[in-house]
């Protein structure tokens, strides 16, 4: 089985800040994805960036890194340069091999970008 | 815009009806999945359709059934409604190759029990 675990329920972070949002796994599958999505208050779920459990280098799209240390079993979100629109909740998920593809969500983090 | 459509984009109804919530996939993705986020369970899996064929179930509802037709929409069938069944239903898809590990949601269907 896989789980997802989200220990932030919320989070306060000053505009132009950057800011980690945590996330730590468990699975049993050899291979598997990490994902982190995007749900502002309008409600629509928003796909931020990827990381394939063999890929060497951590995963990187515009202000959003992924922080994937595979021993520990955490795929932390970097957010560079906070911005007011960076408010939402943030989901981090995990996806297994053939026959397990589907998304296993944590309980996601509440961010709140403060001017 | 997703590419991934979800209709309707609001539904109330009552307690004992049916609903059915439709999802178009993006162009070309054969898989299709289902979600029920609610505030005290959360984003939970429902189903999992691949190229009309079911690949695998989550915490589906009996009372829940969904299906995936030949030009690749699918519908979510709720029957005997509660008012536990309140809930944003997602529809997902994903591709081929590396597209077939990112799943993109539609903007959901958000169903009102009364």
């Known amino acids: 089985a896989q789980k997802i675990t989200q220990t932030q329920p919320g989070m306060f972070v000053q505009e132009k800040e950057a800011v980690t949002l945590d996330c730590t796994y468990d699975?049993?599958?050899?291979?598997?994805?990490l994902f982190w999505y995007k749900q502002p208050s309008s409600g629509e779920m928003i796909f931020l960036i990827y990381q394939g459990s063999y890929d060497q280098q951590n995963a990187t799209e515009g202000r959003y890194s992924l922080n994937f240390q595979k021993a520990r079993k955490s795929a932390n979100l970097v957010i560079s340069a906070s911005q007011l629109g960076d408010s939402a909740m943030y989901f981090c998920?995990?996806?297994?091999?053939?026959?397990?593809?589907?998304?296993?969500f944590g309980t996601g983090t509440r961010l709140t970008i403060i001017p | 815009d997703s590419g991934v459509t979800q209709t309707p984009k609001h539904l109330i109804t009552a307690t004992g009806q049916r609903v059915t919530l439709r999802c178009s996939p993006r162009?070309?993705?054969?898989?299709v999945y289902w979600y029920q986020q609610s505030l005290d369970q959360g984003l939970q899996f429902l189903i999992h359709y691949y190229n009309g064929e079911e690949r695998a179930k989550g915490n589906i509802l009996e009372r829940f059934s969904a299906q995936q037709f030949p030009d690749l929409h699918s519908e979510l069938n709720l029957s005997s409604l509660e008012l536990g069944d309140s809930a944003l239903y997602f529809c997902a898809s994903s591709g081929r190759g590396r597209g077939a590990n990112v799943l993109t949601f539609g903007a959901g269907s958000r169903l009102t029990v009364l």
């Open positions: 998920a995990m996806k297994g091999n053939f026959g397990n593809e589907k998304l296993t």
């Open positions: 699975t049993s599958d050899p291979s598997y994805g």
């Open positions: 162009s070309g993705d054969l898989s």
